[in-house]
């Protein structure tokens, strides 16, 4: 599902410090990564109220799709995401 979504998707961030838009692939790899990452949590948060949904058995659900089972999430060398572009206390 967040292959597909992702595909279809094209984000721009504005207003930046240069006045143009812009995207993704001109962030650094550590916003890169935390974008993704929290891309990642949003797509979660649906599958969670999908399924509470359906446990309530409501009728009309938000969505017409029904969640995996389970969803395994990995991240590769978590310290890299962990204080990207941030100054750690």
């Not at 916003?31 to 009309?60: C, H, P, Q, T, W």
């Not at 969640?67 to 999430?73: A, C, D, E, S």
């Amino acid at each position: 599902m967040m292959d597909s979504i992702l595909k279809k998707s094209e984000v721009v961030f504005s207003p930046s410090v240069t006045g143009r838009k812009y995207g993704i692939d001109d962030m650094g790899d550590g916003l890169r990564s935390l974008f993704y990452i929290s891309m990642v949590d949003s797509m979660l948060e649906v599958e969670n109220e999908i399924g509470k949904e359906i446990a309530e058995g409501k009728e009309k659900r938000s969505f017409n799709i029904t969640p995996p089972v389970l969803t395994i999430v990995a991240v590769e060398e978590p310290e890299n995401h962990i204080c990207t572009d941030f100054v750690c206390a």
